[in-house]
């Protein structure tokens, strides 16, 4: 018999079908909140060393937070762990969408999928009821496919679906998990899905998710709005241009990336401002699901040209520099087009567009050349052939079979120094902020849990933003340390409440804490908060030490580290790395030799027994 207040696990062992629930206990959830932290605890617990990502001993982890599925603002939000096929380290993957609140009101906080199965099912969780479905029918099919047959045979309209695409069924380490059409993108997720031959989970719940305190939370809830509808960035800006609004001051504090990192501009950069492509495409704007009042994310339609008929949500800041400035492309029309069909076949963007500028190096290198390519010249700019290469990396067909394997193995196979330019972090691809403009995001892509990824911070497009207010102090090292560990604590504490990170950045701390509280009852004050976010990262930096990361992996390609881009403001900079990792280390509590937490750190945050654990 569970309490109202109790926080649930539903287990699911997909290979012997064997379903179970256990309590949180209440502890455990004041000691590690929710969504990223709690779901870091259960990662390092139930996860042995060692294992093959793509083996029936991974799992995956599917939380929510104490915020999720209630009134405040940005908070339909789920969290994915799982250990990363692509890195072969830790991942947790977040989403918005009307999934994450759905699955709670089913009364579950987090669910556990273990094992694998024979053949191709999907998981139907209706409040208690929890089935493993036949997915026959819709193995192969693209995620919107599947998400309206699986809504079609439940017979409910109500029902949210997360589930992977072609991409997922053929583990390709970069695979996505869609639901509608909001993606939990990075590292592959899909994948590990995909290996457990697990094609969607689909929940419809009718319980009413309890706080702790109504009175207190309702009032919480007008001050966190009160909050975002002061900020005029949000209010204005971001409801126009969602996460591209800032691409105009990064164009021209060049952190924006051309032609795979070779260059800090463009004569054709304006085409990828919003401000110029937002009249001719955008047909809505709408929220990732309520209760947000912000709109930030678009609904691209291309309605002529080559490109006709291509409808997106999105694409976000991330797709535009992935597929448009890191592959010199400047039709708009195409990325949306790319992005739509990373979506359907459940790709990460990022990822897929920064091999395909990999790609195109290579080929105007001589590295690859025409017969690798099936008689195509894959040169920058080629954003013709970007149709071709996105269906034949999610099918593993023809080139797609080699730039399916991420940028780290294509440079393996390739050889010939293209491991310099192969711009990865920890085998994961690097986000669109040039470092070398901003030095703070270096921290964010050398040390961060995932690898090279802008969500290690609150924001490396606010991190580089707020560099650029500073003028040339951008180009220091001094204090980058600490403005990186502060991004990254609030990042970390925004993925355990389980709000938006956008929508977190315009909230009060004094607002948040105030949610916080009312929902669980805790009464956490500021400090304890950021310890939670802080456990949070250094239970996954144990993760990492433990599959045998050290300081050697918290490293740039050798292009950040001894190429200055060719052109632009930007021009003549370079990181210099180690300097930053010290200062780094020293504030996170981390040995500056090894990277590893040190005994004292891990004290401090009730953690210390894991350290032994994490190096034997
Ligand atoms: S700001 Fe955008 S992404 Fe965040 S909750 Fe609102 S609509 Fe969703």
């Not at 040209?305 to 694409?315: L, N, T, V, Y």
């Not at 492309?329 to 195409?334: P, Q």
């Not at 908060?529 to 300081?551: K, Q, T, W």
């Not at 930053?580 to 280390?585: C, I, K, R």
Request: hydrophobic share 35%; proline share 4%.
């Amino acid at each position: 018999m569970t309490r109202k207040t109790d926080r649930v696990v539903l287990r699911i062992d997909v290979g012997t079908g064997k379903i179970q629930r256990e309590i949180i206990a209440e502890e455990d959830v004041r000691t590690f909140m929710g969504g990223r932290v709690l779901g870091d605890k259960f990662l390092y617990e139930e996860m042995a060393p060692g294992i093959d990502a793509l083996s029936p001993k991974n799992k995956i982890l599917l939380g929510v937070g104490p915020l999720t599925g209630t009134s405040a603002p940005g908070t339909s939000r789920y969290a994915v762990h799982t250990k990363s096929p692509l890195t072969g380290l830790f991942l947790s993957s977040v989403s918005g969408g009307y999934f994450g609140p759905e699955f709670r009101r089913t009364g579950h906080d987090l669910l556990v999928i273990e094992g694998s199965s024979e053949k191709p099912v999907y998981i139907l969780i209706l409040d208690d009821k929890v089935e493993i479905k036949d997915a026959k029918e819709i193995w192969g099919m693209p995620t919107d496919a599947t998400q309206e047959f699986i809504k079609e045979e439940s017979g409910s309209t109500k029902i949210r679906v997360a589930c992977i695409g072609p991409a997922g069924e053929r583990q390709i380490p970069y695979a996505s998990i869609v639901n509608e059409r909001r993606v939990a993108g990075r590292g592959g997720a899909g994948a590990v899905m995909g290996s457990k031959n697990l094609k969607a989970m689909a929940v419809g719940g009718s319980k009413q998710v309890e706080v702790a305190d109504h009175e207190a939370f309702k009032s919480a809830v007008k001050h966190a709005f009160q909050d975002i509808s002061k900020n005029p960035r949000m209010r204005e800006g971001f409801t126009l241009y969602g996460s591209n609004l800032g691409t105009s001051p990064l164009v021209a504090g060049g952190i924006v990336p051309w032609r795979n990192w070779q260059n800090g501009t463009s004569a054709e950069a304006k085409e990828l401002f919003p401000e110029t492509w937002r009249k001719k495409f955008v047909k809505k704007d709408v929220r990732c699901a309520p209760p947000c009042n912000v709109k930030c994310s678009k609904i691209n339609l291309v309605t002529e040209g080559r490109h006709a008929g291509a409808i997106s949500e999105g694409p976000d800041y991330e797709t535009v520099y992935s597929f448009g400035a890191c592959c010199d492309v400047s039709d708009i029309a195409a990325v949306i087009e790319a992005d739509s069909l990373c979506d359907r076949y459940g790709l990460d963007t990022i990822s897929m567009g920064v091999s395909i500028a990999f790609a195109m190096e290579c080929y105007e290198k001589g590295i690859i050349n025409r017969d690798d390519l099936g008689g195509e010249e894959l040169r920058f700019g080629r954003s013709d052939l970007f149709p071709k290469l996105v269906r034949d990396t999610a099918y593993r067909q023809g080139f797609g079979e080699l730039l399916s394997m991420g940028t780290k193995r294509m440079a393996q196979i390739l050889g010939k120094g293209s491991d310099a330019f192969a711009m990865h972090a920890k085998g994961m691809e690097i986000a669109g902020y040039d470092p070398r403009g901003a030095k703070s995001v270096a921290l964010v892509y050398a040390c961060g849990p995932r690898g090279g990824c802008h969500k290690t911070s609150a924001g490396a497009n606010s991190l580089s933003m707020a560099e650029l207010r500073t003028g040339e102090a951008r180009f220091s090292n001094q204090g980058k340390a600490a403005l990186t560990k502060a991004s990254g604590d609030k990042r970390v504490l925004s993925d355990s409440m389980m709000m938006c990170v956008f929508v977190h950045g315009s909230v009060s701390n004094e607002a948040s804490l105030e949610l916080l509280n009312a929902a669980t009852g805790f009464g956490w004050s500021q400090e304890e908060a950021y310890a939670i976010a802080e456990r949070g990262s250094n239970l996954e930096r144990l993760f990492n030490v433990r599959e045998g990361l050290r300081r050697s992996w918290d490293t740039l390609p050798a292009r950040l580290l001894c190429e200055s881009p060719g052109n632009g403001p930007n021009k003549g900079q370079v990181v210099e790395l180690e300097g930053l990792v010290d200062d780094y280390y020293r504030i996170c509590g981390w040995d500056v030799e090894t990277g590893i937490p040190t005994r004292e750190k891990l004290r401090q945050l009730g953690l210390e027994e894991l350290l032994d654990r994490s190096l034997t």
